[in-house]
């Protein structure tokens, strides 16, 4: 389609500027492709010439009022006014292009973010900026609209803008049409939906400090999702200052017991809305939860199949792997009766975040860490009454997130859990099976993730699980990788020598099935690797909503955007943190660094007591998210150089 050109008049406070605007319609993306959207080029361009006479009619684009007969109230005019006032303003700023995004098909947005989400650290982009809400219906203009329309009009059907990062004039034009093909890239499923979709109201149980919750708010606002929130009094989300984010807060004792499921049922009583769907966002809250749901009608996971997964023993015998469990006040050398071989692993058979997990070499260290199990008092780990034993498997550890709607599997990613303190045989804590850093996407053969993905979603399906996210940790025997370090120092998989190399086929050993989303820094890792958002995702599998799950569940079609690395921070001692934000020092003080660190969090904050290591237990200060796109051994370098670099002080 021909180039089309306006003259703006932007108010500065030296008068007014002359801002050229040379706009086209792109190449529309084919239904066919799934994506469907077309696209508007907009080159904006500062005309030093100076102008004579009248001014024309399409100026001054202040924000929010664009003379171009289209309705002011529209966010693409304010977004293109703002794109105006940065080409006025100078600065570097002369030259700047544009893409509005318009579908090609009437229909409801599905997820109102959705724009902003799947461009996440796109090098290309600067801002994106969606126009619609969630759930909005957006009509399309035909041929001859666009033909004849002028460019308020156009955009004024628009689902979101893009600003793109390179002001050079001459490179806009192919940074336009790159751009084209990077969104069929991103956006490989349809954003919107032929059906209305109705409005639903989700409760949500949470007992998680605001980290860790926040992005389940906020992907429930983009997904037009209302949530009600049930907690203690004096909860985060109770005052005003976050009400915003929640319809209503209902206090209920949320106490790990077998009551829970009833007061859930009363607090909900007491109240007059409607509810869809019940979730939560911590592991043992899973299955009483999913009671209340059952009760309620409410979509849910098969009980019995939740049943299983909070019993590690359980998990181990659904997936034909070796354990033997040990009860209060058994004699753990008697019962294994030479059954397994050491080292072994000992394990809660109730429990979460590795807390009670310890590596023994002998039947003294087994009787001591059973032992410790039974009388320690841990934070996330209910009183046991049994302990798993286990063999330890030396392979590659592997984090799985499957996503499954009806048994089939949408979506599924592979990590590589890197060595840890028990796996190291090294340090002051050799036998903690705490988290040092997960890598995106895993480095193993893809003939051993096919293998190892393939056995553990059959244990999946054996257990009856069918609607969920779960987040599944094993190990691979019989790989043919091993960690080792290189010269330059560096740990990683490295192919085993010719006469290492087994002879059998790779097996996937179960180490456990979380039936829930998995942790935060994970999830920031899922969704800026591979465009999928847990978060989302959870919430419409809470209201039964298969048909926008099924659609967001699409990674990048040309798979991870790049290599990424969880890192935790963690502390070989205890005391009171000194520190304040430890990420946010590093990124001022290294501005190197801090491009290719796209996430982090803190689990401790500035005078708040870091506890002491103990001998099944490695207390970690923060997490970070370091992100590379020139290969993997370029971003694991890139990931030590940043672990070194956190700098923090405890007292």
């Not at 708010?217 to 009600?228: F, K, M, Q, T």
């Not at 004096?234 to 790990?256: C, I, N, V």
């Not at 978060?535 to 699409?554: E, H, P």
């Amino acid at each position: 389609m021909a180039v089309r050109t306006l003259l703006f008049h932007v108010q500065t406070a030296d008068g007014s500027t002359p801002i050229k605007c040379s706009w086209t319609i792109a190449t529309a993306q084919p239904p066919a492709s799934g994506s469907a959207f077309v696209s508007v080029n907009v080159l904006l361009d500062w005309d030093p010439s100076p102008v004579s006479g009248p001014k024309p009619a399409h100026g001054p684009p202040a924000r929010g009022v664009i003379d171009d007969g289209g309705d002011p109230t529209f966010a693409s005019y304010n977004f293109l006014a703002d794109c105006c006032s940065m080409v006025a303003a100078g600065g570097g700023y002369q030259h700047r292009a544009l893409k509005f995004i318009l579908p090609v098909r009437d229909g409801y947005v599905n997820k109102g973010d959705f724009l902003e989400r799947r461009l996440v650290d796109d090098p290309r982009v600067d801002q994106v900026k969606s126009f619609c809400q969630p759930r909005q219906y957006l009509r399309c203009l035909n041929a001859e609209q666009m033909e004849w329309s002028g460019l308020a009009q156009i955009i004024s059907h628009a689902a979101g803008g893009i600003l793109l990062r390179d002001r050079s004039l001459a490179r806009s034009i192919p940074a336009l049409v790159d751009l084209d093909s990077e969104l069929a890239n991103r956006l490989p499923y349809p954003w919107m939906s032929e059906r209305p979709i109705a409005k639903a109201t989700v409760g949500l149980v949470d007992i998680r400090e605001r980290m860790a919750t926040e992005p389940m708010l906020y992907a429930a606002r983009s997904l037009g999702i209302e949530l009600v929130i049930l907690g203690e009094p004096g909860h985060w989300l109770e005052g005003p200052s976050y009400a915003h984010l929640r319809s209503q807060f209902l206090q209920m004792d949320t106490k790990a017991d077998e009551e829970l499921p009833s007061r859930i049922i009363e607090a909900l009583s007491k109240w007059n809305g409607r509810i869809d769907g019940l979730t939560s966002n911590m592991d043992w809250m899973t299955y009483p939860v999913s009671m209340a749901a059952a009760f309620l009608g409410l979509p849910c996971e098969n009980l019995q199949a939740l049943d299983v997964c909070r019993d590690n023993y359980k998990q181990r015998m659904a997936s034909g792997d070796a354990a033997v469990q040990v009860h209060k006040g058994e004699d753990p050398g008697v019962v294994l009766d030479g059954l397994l071989d050491f080292p072994l692993v000992v394990k809660p058979s109730v429990g979460i975040n590795s807390e009670g997990v310890s590596k023994v070499f002998d039947q003294d260290e087994l009787a001591t860490a059973v032992d410790r199990v039974f009388q320690s008092d841990y934070e996330h780990v209910p009183k046991s009454r049994a302990v798993n034993v286990e063999e330890y498997c030396a392979g590659p550890e592997i984090d799985v997130n499957f996503v499954l709607v009806d048994g089939e599997m949408l979506f599924v990613e592979t990590a590589d859990d890197f060595p840890k303190a028990a796996d190291n045989d090294e340090g002051s804590n050799p036998t903690v099976f705490k988290e040092s850093a997960m890598v995106y996407p895993s480095g193993l053969p893809p003939g051993e993730i096919e293998a190892v993905q393939s056995s553990l979603r059959q244990t999946l399906h054996r257990i009856g699980l069918r609607n969920g996210i779960y987040h599944v940790e094993a190990r691979v025997e019989n790989s043919s990788m091993e960690y080792r370090r290189n010269v330059d120092g560096c740990v990683d998989l490295e192919s085993k020598a010719d006469t290492d190399r087994p002879t059998v086929e790779p097996k996937a050993v179960l180490i456990e099935i979380n039936p829930r989303l998995p942790g935060s820094m994970v999830k920031a890792a899922v969704l800026r690797t591979y465009g999928v958002d847990s978060d989302a995702l959870s919430l419409l599998l809470a209201i039964g909503d298969k048909q926008r799950a099924v659609v967001l569940s699409q990674p990048f079609r040309a798979g991870p955007q790049y290599w990424s690395s969880a890192l935790f921070i963690s502390t070989d001692k205890g005391g009171k943190l000194v520190s304040g934000d430890m990420v946010q020092e590093l990124r001022q003080r290294r501005p190197d660094l801090a491009s290719h660190v796209a996430d982090s969090s803190h689990f401790y904050k500035r005078g708040e007591v870091v506890p002491e290591p103990t001998a099944d237990s490695l207390p970690a200060v923060a997490w970070v998210l370091v992100v590379g796109r020139e290969g993997r051994r370029h971003l694991l370098d890139l990931a030590e150089r940043v672990r070194g670099e956190v700098r923090f002080e405890i007292e």
